[in-house]
């Protein structure tokens, strides 16, 4: 019998209304002849609430303690949502991660899934239960429990899928879909019917938090079609899939803009070999994340070296380059922390050209300037004044109508 495996995030089990309307669906899976397995996440806004909890009694708490913590969330979603279904006449189990050893690394608070049990699930599926699973959670191999991060409830059903072999994982939440690009700032996004993981993966590390990055990485690796859709509708979601022929004749399937950036510049460093690998490395010690990466040569003896990184770790940045500069002979630092970055994305743009050309045409009739560009196989990225941002990212979806859904489109 095919696997199904429906994960509902915290709004979606927020009271008992709504873990009857979850417990419903999974019910409805099942009489359409699947196996049936639910992925939970905590109630609401309650893992914040242990958050809250937590820093009230101290202000840097064991990791591992936190993890002890947060995963009661999990757990108690599970177990009233086995007895939804109980009271609706259906056999039900709910399982802890440390149960189905759900087995990660030691990493406590961002632990990586290494290994599944499955048996005991399938014993219990094939004695028709509904299968319900904390997500969230795993176990590292000293017996403690582990967390995947925040919003991990996702790659846990992901994983499960995987391990499962489903047919699909729904992840069933308070949108409709995966959007062309935020609604909120353009308010004719059109939802897309199907994406591909690539390109996926490019929105979700631009900003676009509908999915945890890992489930999307996860779900490339063991090819799972994930489905994304509302809990409040029967609509049909977007699926995140397998790059299909189709998908290649769209020059641009979405656009995001990250307003919490900054860029800093060494001006005119020794351009040798190794420049590079010490101020990166240097970087990385202060544990600052980079996104972009320009070096551009000056001459045979000088480069410029830029890089943006998120603004909060402008300060922890700043302090590793004071302590390098003298060391690459940089003459000056350049900050900026009034930018924005525009991009697009799109399997497309492997096969085309002209998408830069249509981009920067769509920026220069907006009066916006583009201060650097980066680009990958699949993205065209552009840093303009955080004042322009909104009016750039409107320009740009206008320009590859991402206002209609992908066959409505002339490019
Ligand atoms: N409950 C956890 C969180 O709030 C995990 C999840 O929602 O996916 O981050
Ligand atoms: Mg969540």
New binding site residues.
Partial sequence: MPIVVQKF??TSVANAEKIKRAAQRAINAFKEGNQVVVVA??RG????ELVADALELNSNPPKREMDML?ST??QQTVSLMAMALDSMGHKAISFTGTQIRMMTDGAHSKARIISIDADRIHEKLDSDHIVIVA??QGMDDHDDIT??????????AVALAAALNAKVCEIYTDVDGIYTTDPRLYKKAAKMDQISYDEMLELASLGAGVM?SRAVEFGKKYEVNIHVRSSLTNDPGTLITEEVPKMEGILVSGATIQKELAKITLVSIDNTPGNAAKVFSHIAKAHVSVNDIIQVEINAEKANLSFTLAKSDLIDAKKAIEEIKEEVHCESVFVRDDIAEVSVVGVGMRSHCGVADTMFHALSEAKVNIDSITTSEIRISCIVDKDHGEKALIAVCDAFELDKPIDKRSN
Avoid at 45 to 48: E, I, N, R, V
Avoid at 150 to 156: A, E, K, L
């Fill in positions: 995030g915290g996440s905590a806004k309650q893992t914040d947060l969330g999990e997500g969230f967390t995947l991060g925040r919003g991990g409830s996702d790659t846990s945890h």
